[in-house]
C-alpha cells in the first residue's frame, strides 16, 4: 500500500534539527538554540533534542536535584506529608513558568531547563542556611544561585548551555545584572508566584494564619485566596502586561500586591517567633558542622576533595550539599552526647 496522505504512518521522528526548525516560528523576543552562546567544551549535537532539552535532562538526572527533595522551603525538616519542599516547590514554579512561556510563545525546553535547576545550590534549611553560611564569606554573602552554577560548572559538571547557567545564576531578584533572556525573566516571576503561593497554604496547614487575615489590599486585587485562583490572577497579570510592553514584566497592582504579600508573610510566617527560635537551632547546627569539618577535613567526601581548592571552599561545598535530615543525622552523631537515647 502506498504511504498517501491518508494512510501515512500516525507517528513520525521529530528530529533535532526539526525542533530547531519550529523554533523559527516562535516570539520574536524568544530565545533560539541557533543563537544561543553555546556551551564551555563543545559537544556533538544530540540527533533528538535540542541543547536546552539535554540541558533539562542533565539538571533532572543530577544528584544535586534529586537531594531537592529532602531540603526545606519554608518548615525545617516537616513531619507532615503535604508540606511544601525545595522539589516540589521546583516543580511548581517549572509548571508556572511554562504555562507563561507556552502563552507568550518564548522557548519552553530553555524555561524548563532554568527553572528546573534554579534551586538546585540551596542549602540545608532554606535560606537560614544560606544566612548561616554567608557568615563565612568575607565579601559579600553566600547565594544559592551562584552555588548552583558552581554545582553545574565544577562539583558535578554538566557543561550546561551560557542561556541556562545565566538563567539559573540570576533567578534570584536581588542578583544583577538580571537574565539576559526573557525565559530567565519568567522564571524570576514564576518562582516568587510559587512560593507566595504555596508558603501562604503552607502556614493556613500549620495553624499560622487563616485565610481572613490577608492583607485587604492584596485580597482587592488578586481575590479572595482559594490558592489556585491566586496563581492564574498572577500569571494573567505577567501575560497582560508582558504582551502590552513586549518584555516580560507585571501590571503594577499586581506587582504591588506581591510585595505587600511578602512583606506580611515575612512578618507574619517567615520571621514569628517559632521561626526565628526554629532558625537559631538551624544556624547553630550549620556552624557547628562547618568548624568541625573544618577541624577534620579528611571527613569531607571525595566528591568535595577538590585539590585547588582553599579548605574553607571545600567544607562550605560539602555543607551546602546537605540535606536537611543529613545535615541533622550528622550533627546528632558527631555532638550529641554519647550514651543518651
Known amino acids: 500500500m502506498s504511504n498517501t496522505a ?15 526548525a519550529r523554533e523559527r516560528e516562535l516570539s520574536p523576543i524568544a530565545t533560539r538554540v ?28 543530577s544528584k544535586a ?17 503535604h508540606f511544601v519542599t525545595r522539589m516540589s516547590h521546583t516543580l511548581q514554579v517549572t509548571q508556572i ?66 542561556e541556562v547557567l545565566d538563567g539559573i545564576r540570576a533567578h534570584t531578584w536581588r542578583v ?7 525565559e530567565g525573566w519568567v522564571c524570576r516571576f514564576a518562582d516568587r508566584i510559587a512560593y507566595l503561593n504555596h ?11 487563616e485565610p481572613g487575615e490577608l492583607p485587604a489590599d492584596v485580597v482587592e486585587v ?3 485566596f482559594t490558592g489556585g485562583h491566586w496563581i492564574g490572577s498572577m500569571i494573567q497579570a505577567v501575560l497582560d502586561e508582558s504582551i502590552r510592553r513586549g518584555r516580560i514584566c507585571m501590571q503594577a497592582d499586581a506587582l504591588n500586591a506581591m510585595r505587600l504579600m511578602r512583606e506580611f508573610m515575612f512578618e507574619r510566617v517567615y520571621l514569628r517567633p517559632e521561626s526565628r527560635a526554629q532558625a537559631e537551632r538551624a544556624r547553630r547546627v550549620i556552624h557547628d558542622l562547618v568548624e568541625h569539618l573544618t577541624r577534620h577535613p579528611k571527613l569531607i567526601p571525595e566528591t568535595y576533595q577538590l585539590e585547588d581548592e582553599p579548605l574553607q571552599t571545600r567544607v562550605l561545598d560539602y555543607v551546602a550539599g546537605m540535606t536537611d535530615r543529613y545535615a541533622l543525622s550528622l550533627h546528632d552523631q558527631w555532638f550529641r552526647p554519647r550514651g543518651l537515647v
Open 6 to 20: 491518508t494512510n501515512r504512518p500516525s507517528l513520525q521522528l521529530v528530529t533535532r534539527e526539526i525542533r530547531e
Open 34 to 61: 541557533a543563537d544561543s552562546r553555546g556551551r564551555a567544551e563543545p559537544e556533538t549535537p544530540d540527533p533528538l533534542r535540542t541543547a536546552f532539552e539535554v540541558d533539562r535532562d542533565r539538571i533532572a538526572h
Open 65 to 81: 536535584f534529586r537531594r531537592l527533595k529532602h531540603k526545606t522551603q519554608v518548615f525545617i525538616n516537616p513531619e507532615g506529608d
Open 97 to 162: 513558568a511554562r504555562s507563561i512561556a507556552r502563552a507568550l510563545d518564548l522557548n519552553e525546553d530553555l524555561t524548563e531547563a532554568i527553572c528546573i535547576g534554579h534551586d538546585c545550590g540551596h542549602t540545608p534549611f532554606g535560606h537560614t542556611g544560606e544566612a548561616a553560611l554567608s557568615e563565612y564569606i568575607e565579601e559579600g554573602e553566600w547565594l544559592h544561585s551562584a552555588q548552583g552554577v558552581r554545582i553545574f560548572q565544577v562539583l558535578e559538571p554538566k557543561n550546561l548551555s551560557w
Open 176 to 182: 544583577k545584572p538580571p537574565p539576559h533572556t526573557p
Open 199 to 209: 508558603d501562604l497554604l503552607d502556614a493556613v496547614r500549620a495553624g499560622v494564619l
Open 222 to 224: 488578586l481575590g479572595p
